[in-house]
Structure formats: structure tokens, C-alpha cells
């Protein structure tokens, strides 16, 4: 398991427990030692998750063992049929895509897919589209409108790709097309920042009439790096930035930018996939009625959300 350095010593005490659980031979006081200690390291493990740094959230958000687009769609998504292509180019893996049923509920989805392993990331181009990755999901949108399909997406990248073959296939466009094409939407568009939540790369899944974040996820303009960079002429600042940038659920709900806080399972959600897929699918869930039962015209009450923000 992939182990971050503040969670060193809750693995710490994970590790003298299973030594003492391998020693313990009916023994009352290694029995009694093993409790002292389970209870110490669930203590230390709530202190250290209820006072995470922005920066020590960016890190969470980012964890490999992070439950990805694929696996809220394989415990949320019945009959999921994935759907490929822009038809323009080709193929783009760093966007998932297709329909299913949601609840019993005919739905569209697409999400940013970073992959699992190296060889799995650098097939799925590490979450960061290409154009055709946002040309095929207007595509998707498309369908979905003339279907009359809510769509649900599932934002975690760190951004679009930033490649000169991306940029020479109309990056920006493309970006700005997808968010045209969401602000359009007819049905209801309810969006899940389940990890990352980087630049116009995320913005282009995420301007939905519905905007859900998990407790330790990130949204921002520009990752805490890139923002370094530029402001700072030292990458190595990158956690002064993520200070700056207001980029947690809490900032955020603060500022109107999302809708609501998904609870994770203590530790985050990389320790307990089952229990953060049950209360994502609880919440979007509830989402989905409600803009289904109180909103009239999906596209005004978006345009009305969004205008609203550039108010505060």
C-alpha cells in the first residue's frame, strides 16, 4: 500500500499491532496491548485526517489507491454500455464514457479515467485529455439531449494535456466547446469531484447544475505546482500555493463554487472504496431528485448558478 509521510506513524503502530497479533498465543496482556494500541493508532489516524493541510489534501486527492471513475461506475451504474470516439480523431481512454442505468434511472456518464498501475496510467495518459477526449464527450452530451438522459460526471485530473499535438488539435477549443456544451445541456448535469480537480481540464465536466466534492478532494484554477511556477519562479513553493488557492471542499462550499461535501470513510476514501462508492452514489443520488422534482428549465437554472458566482 502506497503510504504518504504524515500517515507514517498511524503504519507505524498498523505494524506493531500485527506483530504482536503474530506473537499473541491466548496471552492477556499482549491481548490487552493490542487493544491500547488499536485504539491509539484510530485516535491518531481522526487527528491527522480532521486537520489535513491544503497541501496534505492535495496529496489525498491524489493517492493511486484512490477510487477512480471506473470503479464508481462498476458500484453505481447498472448495464453501463461504455461508448468510444469523437468521430472527428479517435479515441481518448482519459475520458470514460457511455450509458447505464442509475437507480433505476436511464443516465449518461462521463468521467476523467487516470488508471491503475504505470502501464495502465500512461494508456489513460495519467486523467489529462486530449481534444478529441472533449470533443467525444459533446458528442456524448449530444446524445444524451436527444434522448432526454440526466449525465452524471465524475471529474479527477490534473488537467488538460498540455502536449504540442493537443494544442495543434485545438486544445482550447475543444475545452471551451465542452463547457458550451454543458452549460447547454437540457437535462439535469450533476458533477462529482471524486480526486483532482484541475483548470478548464475539470471546468469542462464539472459546470453542472449540481456540483459535489469529496471531503478530501481539490478544485482549483491551476495545480498548487503550475501556480508555484508562475508565481513564485520555484516549483519547490508548491505548498505555499496550495494555501493560497482555496482549493478544499470546505473553501470552496464557502465560496459557493460546489453544492455540497461528500463525507469519506476515516482515512480517506483510498482506505475503504465500498464505503465512499455507497455514500457518492448516496449523494448524487439525492441530487438528482431534487433537481429532477425543483427545477423547471436545467439550462437557466445553470446559467443563473454560474452568472451568480461572477456576483459574489
Not at 486523467?127 to 464527450?137: I, S, V
Not at 427545477?295 to 437554472?301: L, S
Amino acid at each position: 500500500m502506497f503510504i504518504l509521510d504524515f500517515e507514517k506513524p498511524i503504519f507505524e503502530l498498523e505494524a506493531k499491532i500485527k506483530e504482536l497479533k503474530n506473537l499473541n498465543g491466548g496471552d492477556l496482556n499482549i491481548v490487552e496491548e493490542i487493544k491500547k494500541l488499536e485504539s491509539k493508532q484510530k485516535k491518531l489516524l481522526k487527528q491527522i485526517y480532521s486537520n489535513l493541510t491544503p497541501w496534505q489534501k492535495v496529496l489525498v486527492a491524489r493517492h493511486q489507491e484512490r477510487p477512480h471513475t471506473s470503479d464508481y461506475i462498476k458500484g453505481m451504474i447498472d448495464d453501463f454500455a461504455p461508448l468510444a470516439g469523437d468521430r472527428l480523431f479517435g479515441e481518448d481512454l482519459a475520458i470514460t464514457a457511455g450509458i447505464g442505468r442509475f437507480c433505476g434511472i436511464s443516465v449518461a456518464i462521463l468521467g476523467h479515467e487516470k488508471g491503475r498501475d504505470t502501464d495502465d496510467r500512461i494508456r489513460h495518459n495519467f486523467g489529462m485529455p486530449h481534444p478529441e477526449g472533449y470533443r467525444k464527450a459533446c458528442r456524448i452530451m449530444k446524445l444524451a439531449a436527444k434522448f432526454q438522459l440526466p449525465l452524471l460526471t465524475f471529474i479527477d485530473t490534473a488537467g488538460a494535456y498540455p502536449g504540442i499535438g493537443a494544442e495543434e488539435r485545438g486544445q482550447a477549443e475543444a475545452i471551451a466547446r465542452s463547457i458550451e456544451a454543458s452549460l447547454n445541456f437540457p437535462c439535469p448535469m450533476i458533477a462529482t469531484i471524486i480526486g483532482e480537480g484541475g483548470s478548464g481540464g475539470a471546468v469542462a465536466l464539472a459546470a453542472a447544475n449540481n456540483i459535489l466534492m469529496l471531503e478530501h478532494s481539490v478544485y482549483s484554477v491551476i495545480s498548487p505546482e503550475g501556480c508555484a511556477s508562475i508565481l513564485y519562479r520555484d516549483v519547490e513553493k508548491a505548498e505555499d500555493a496550495a494555501d493560497s488557492l482555496k482549493l478544499t471542499a470546505h473553501d470552496l462550499l464557502e465560496f459557493k463554487m460546489i453544492d455540497e461535501i461528500i463525507s469519506e470513510p476515516l482515512g480517506g476514501a483510498h482506505t475503504d472504496h465500498a464505503a465512499a462508492i455507497k455514500s457518492v452514489k448516496e449523494s448524487v443520488k439525492a441530487a438528482l431528485q431534487s433537481t429532477m422534482s425543483n427545477v423547471k428549465n436545467y439550462k437557466e437554472h445553470r446559467a443563473d448558478k454560474f452568472l451568480q458566482l461572477s456576483r459574489l
